[in-house]
Nanobody
Framework: QVQLVESGGGLVQAGASLRLSCAAS??????MGWFRQAPGKEREFVAA????????VYADSVKGRFTISRDNVKNTVYLQMNSLKPEDTALYYC??????????????????WGQGTQVTVSS
């Protein structure tokens, strides 16, 4: 299975920006995406992008503030997070889909995860 390494998290104030990165250990032709898990809550979908870039999907809570992109040469997916809010505080993970289309359907994502990167937004 492909190994995923997330990075770029940190402690910021509300309104600030962060850019997360997720490096995959090998090339994947599948969609890739970001999820997050806040303390005491279930992991939730954040954003996904197909390998071709033709399809992108965002959770309503981040639409207009977050942008997902990927560099297929570097096998890396990014999450640019702007206008951060305290409710964005969570451990952020990336994942590889089972298919090529970006989707928020949990059944279409694999059941292995990286270590995640912590994002903490203070008010």
């Amino acid at each position: 299975q492909v190994q995923l390494v997330e990075s770029g998290g940190g402690l910021v104030q509300a309104g600030a920006s962060l850019r997360l990165s997720c490096a995959a250990s090998r090339r994947t032709l599948y969609a890739m995406g970001w999820f997050r898990q806040a303390p005491g809550k279930e992991r939730e979908f954040v954003a996904a992008k197909s390998w071709s870039g033709a399809s992108t999907v965002y959770a309503d809570s981040v639409k207009g503030r977050f942008t997902i992109s990927r560099d297929n040469v570097k096998n890396t997916v990014y999450l640019q997070m702007n206008s951060l809010k305290p409710e964005d505080t969570a451990l952020y993970y990336c994942n590889v889909a089972k298919g090529t289309t970006a989707t928020m359907d949990s059944a279409n994502w694999r059941d292995y995860w990286g270590q995640g990167t912590q994002v903490t937004v203070s008010s």
